[in-house]
């Protein structure tokens, strides 16, 4: 097994209630925009920086203060102490979010994901 860069035969997990976790915003693979029905969905694949043993999904929050623009922050949980034993997996978490209907059809929208962003015109 390979920790932190280092092989290892066997380690011993840490009780994450006992260390200090802080909200993070994840680093995003892709974005993108499916529009049917009216409706707009937002797929996102994220990853957890620390492995699954030391980071986990924590949610996304989505801000809509502009006509054309909305900007997505999607975060993440992690271990903040330093030196603890983390898995080598990095993996892609899936993320859907429906970003509703009543789009206007002659203007194109401009999604911003944690920086990433990508554009759509509603059908």
């Given at each position: 097994m390979t920790i932190n860069g280092g092989l290892t035969i066997s380690f011993t997990a840490q009780d994450e209630t006992g260390l200090a976790i802080a909200g993070k915003e994840s680093p995003i693979e892709s974005v993108e925009v499916t529009a049917s029905d009216g409706e707009v969905?937002?797929?996102?694949v994220s990853r957890l920086?620390?492995?699954?043993?030391?980071?986990?999904?924590?949610?996304?929050?989505?801000?809509?203060?502009?006509?054309?623009?909305?900007?997505?922050?999607v975060t993440h949980l992690e271990i903040a102490e330093d030196n603890v034993p983390c898995t080598d997996d990095l993996p892609a978490v899936v993320t859907e979010?429906?970003?509703?209907?009543?789009?206007d059809f002659r203007r194109t929208y401009t999604v911003s994901v944690n920086g990433e962003e990508t554009a759509f015109t509603a059908n």
């Open positions: 969905l937002l797929t996102v920086p620390l492995g699954s043993s030391c980071s986990r999904f924590d949610g996304y929050q989505i801000n809509r203060r502009f006509i054309d623009r909305i900007e997505i922050t979010i429906p970003l509703g209907g009543g789009f």
